[in-house]
């Protein structure tokens, strides 16, 4: 069985028969995984390797970018481009209809950012994004000094043209997801290994922190995070991935055979649940639709 069930409302979202099952293996160390709906085709970071790798049922694993700037959070924006959290370049960038990859947040008030880590896009098309420095090191990024003294959680404008850091008192900030309705900001803390709730204000910026839910156990930590279209929170723990309902209940949790590092829905009808994990790709069918990322 893939779960262990903490509450009955978990058989809602995922059938006690349902299984876990491996993609892909043999990389270093895989995150920031993104499917792409009309290609059908998986994308995910490896970030040791300094490649974003891609899957697909008929190909299996192939390098898609080499080198990647060794990526880790990946999305698309509203108009299909991919939008990268790149730990080396210590920048987010979007690639172009072209091909160009361009640089479109490396610096706050004069100072490089740390490493961005995980990224969304909210539907007036601006981008938020953590930056903790797991980057700052040869094999997750490289080795660079830490310019600023805090690790924040920034907005990109809509037009690009604003950074604005939203909030600057977490430990590690991470994974990062709105609630569908998109009222609700929800940032991990991997190192305090619990989840914050902000409530999203009409300029963007966020405010009234407050714990909405807590990890505890070895082998997995709060890292990335998703959210499914009734609101309940998809979160990488110990031994999986944990599920929390809107209310901060503990589900239970999806047990997974690797650490766990991040997830993404997808699939045909967005019910299938993506998992990067240590040095494999993960697979389990839902019984929910995620968030589509489109």
Known sequence: MALDVRDSRLLDLVDSE?????????CQFTEGPLWHSIGRYLL??????NKIRRWDAE????????????????????GGHLIACEHANRRVSRTTADG????????????????PNDIVVKSDRSIYFTDPPYG???RGGAVSEKELDFQGVYRLSPDGATLTLLVDDFDRPNGICFSPDESILYINDTKRMHVRAFDVQPDGTIANGRVFAEEKGDNGV???????????VYLTGPNGIWIFAPDGTHLGIILVPERCANLAWGGDYWKSLFITASTSVYRIECKVEGIAVS
């Open 100 to 115: 160009d990859v361009l640089t479109i947040a490396s610096h706050y008030e004069g100072k490089r950012l740390n490493s």
């Open 18 to 26: 349902a299984t876990v099952e491996q993609l892909a293996t043999g």
């Open 44 to 49: 995910f970071s490896d970030i040791p390797a």
């Open 136 to 138: 700052l090191s040869a």
């Open 222 to 232: 709060p890292d990335g995070m998703k959210v499914d279209v009734q609101g309940n």
């Open 59 to 78: 190909s299996g694993m192939t390098v898609f970018r080499d080198p990647s700037g060794k990526s880790n959070g990946l999305t698309y924006d509203r």
